[in-house]
């Protein structure tokens, strides 16, 4: 096993003594891509690594799905019961974690064939993940520079007529060229009221004068996200919309600002609602202000009020105020920012201004 | 609330009475649109729809995600606790049903909040799923119908020096072209050697004279899924391929002939690797012989030996028996088939015919 992701495994098992957790099954495919190298993807079938908190790991797996391992595998075929097979492998006593989004069928028959205590076994490896490595902040940084590019190459080719959905599919193939391997989420290209619905995807609407354009998009580049929104004006659009806009991005301003390691994330959330509290939008900044991300585009931890994650070196999440106004439009800014040693960095680069043609990297 | 929806949720009501489940929670988002009509997509966030045996509904679910619904909603906003609120509305008494695939941390925390006794609760929507009604019937034809002219057209297109990639590239432009909204699993185009992987999906190889072409894809069309597998030759290849694909299309095509009402599943499985063992290669047909498909790709309930469902006139399952031999070359052939109330209808109409000139709908 590489020495990385011996380092990886090591500090999951720490952390897992510290927490009294025996053993903990994981199954999430990025936490194993994470902790082994290994690419398992099998749908709904068993695949999962086991690791003892003193030691040793192994697979207890499909045997359909095979992948170079130097971890020991026991292997299960198509019919018989993975879930026995897990259950007599299980440590005879103390806690078993569990992968927080293993499907609960599973779980419901391992607490039935092996009674244990069961807990939610992946605070460890998301703790881990939270803090990037080196080589995961190059990734990062890359992967951000090209959904840079990519949003910069959109907006300068959006025009009258062409529709969300259209804009998507330039947007797509705007990332293959830049060596994306795939969207980290479906594009989110909202056109005038669009715009107010936060998880809009994309329509048949076609741009037309005076509309505002929110932008919410990513990619996955050599396995790490990104993930960036900004709102453009589409020739001259309604007052009210520039005087959201320039609300919102002071308030994303103003939290980046505050980024720095010690900072308690609910403080960068306070912050920026504050300022859109005061010009009077509270109640339309529906959301928390921002989520980790790495691996995922949604990785555990977030910033908002209710957090009580305090910044530390190595942490990627990001800081995303918006405003809705239901059947009118919305505005949202959301940067990827990086906690630095001594402050922050920003890991996208194009301004944040809502005119098109200045969405120049 | 629409007719059918109506009809669904009662016959789901009916079998959890008949199961002694008082209440269960569904998450899953094509049993949500199954049941409901609404499109559900939530991310690691909360949204569940409570079914009641008796006969309430309620939605317990993030306010971020809106949409027309005439069924009372428990709405939390983030940073609340969802779980809190699902275990206050939880049945006093009584077993609770939860989700199959519902995470496990939402599970541990509603069980450690409200202490009751838990099941799998996805049994009654499930069965309802795997019989289809005459309008599902309606689309997974026309489904399987566009399926079969794009596959027909990506064999047509195929060429010497086409890379995996390329060739399913093409396909998802076909796709839209036949107004699909999207594959409904990744492509799986396998080249020579990459066929004996039944899990390979698509590299860079480019495509030479004398390889095999295992084919294995479909796309959703009004949601509903289509998946097929033919297996070609680009050339003349090597004997043994012949002999296997022979093999293999006598295997699907003698389990096909069996559909029927009545028919128990694992006998299509027995009487398709029957022909594969007296071959010789039945170490070779490393799975079960297929799965039930509708609106997800892969639904509950599989055609394998240790099935034990009986074939019911509605029930639309994948036959697809498969010989994979490792670093030389694989073939599976795969249809969809309805059982009809007299015996059966094959959905895809492409013949099994390893000769690409051939594939012409």
Same mark, same amino acid.
């Given at each position: ?162 529709? +969300? $959905? ?7 193939? *705007?990332?293959? /060229?830049? &060596? ?5 989420? =479906? ?111 949604? +990785? $555990? ?7 009580? *994650?305090?910044? /530390?070196? &190595? ?5 995303? =105020? ?40």
């Amino acid at each position: 096993m590489k020495a990385i992701y011996e380092k990886r495994i090591a500090r999951v098992q720490a952390a897992m003594r510290r927490e009294g957790m025996a053993q903990t099954i994981v199954s999430d495919p990025d936490a194993l891509w994470y902790l082994t190298g290994e690419t398992v993807d099998v749908g709904e079938r068993l695949a999962v690594l086991v690791v003892d908190s003193t030691g040793s790991l192994r697979w207890v797996k499909n045997a359909l799905f095979t992948f170079d391992t130097d971890i020991p595998v026991l292997a299960i075929r198509d019919g018989e019961n993975g879930i026995a097979t897990l259950a007599e492998d299980l440590a005879p006593e103390g806690v078993i974690g569990v992968d927080k989004n293993w499907p609960s069928h599973f779980l419901l028959e391992l607490m039935a064939a092996a009674p244990r205590t069961y807990v939610v076994g992946s605070g460890p490896i998301d703790r881990a993940r939270a803090v990037k490595d080196e080589e995961e902040i190059r990734l990062m940084r890359e992967s951000s520079a090209a959904n840079d590019r990519c949003l910069a190459r959109l907006a300068a080719w959006l025009h009258e007529g062409v529709t +969300e $959905a259209e804009a998507a599919d330039h947007l797509r193939a *705007l990332y293959k /060229e830049e &060596g994306c391997e795939d969207v980290s989420f =479906p594009p989110i290209i909202a056109y005038g009221p669009h715009g107010a619905d936060p998880h809009h995807t994309v329509s048949g609407e076609p741009l037309r004068e005076g509309m505002s354009v929110l932008i919410d998009v990513g990619a996955k580049r050599q396995r790490y996200c990104s993930d960036m929104t900004r709102t453009y004006f589409f020739g001259d659009v309604p007052e009210e919309i520039k005087k959201v806009h320039s609300i919102v991005r002071e308030a994303c301003e103003t939290a980046e600002a505050l980024v720095r390691p010690g900072v308690p994330l609910a403080e960068l959330d306070r912050a920026a609602r504050a300022v859109i509290e005061k010009a009077g939008y509270g109640p339309q900044f529906t959301h928390r202000l921002g989520h980790f991300i790495g691996l995922s585009d949604h +990785e $555990a931890g977030e910033v908002s009020a209710a957090s009580d *994650l305090i910044a /530390e070196p &190595g942490m990627i999440f990001s800081i995303e =105020p918006g405003v809705y106004l239901s059947g009118q439009f919305g505005v949202r800014i959301e940067d990827l920012v990086l906690v630095t040693e001594d402050g922050a960095e920003i890991l996208n680069h194009l301004p944040h201004s809502p005119c098109i043609g200045e969405a120049r990297p």
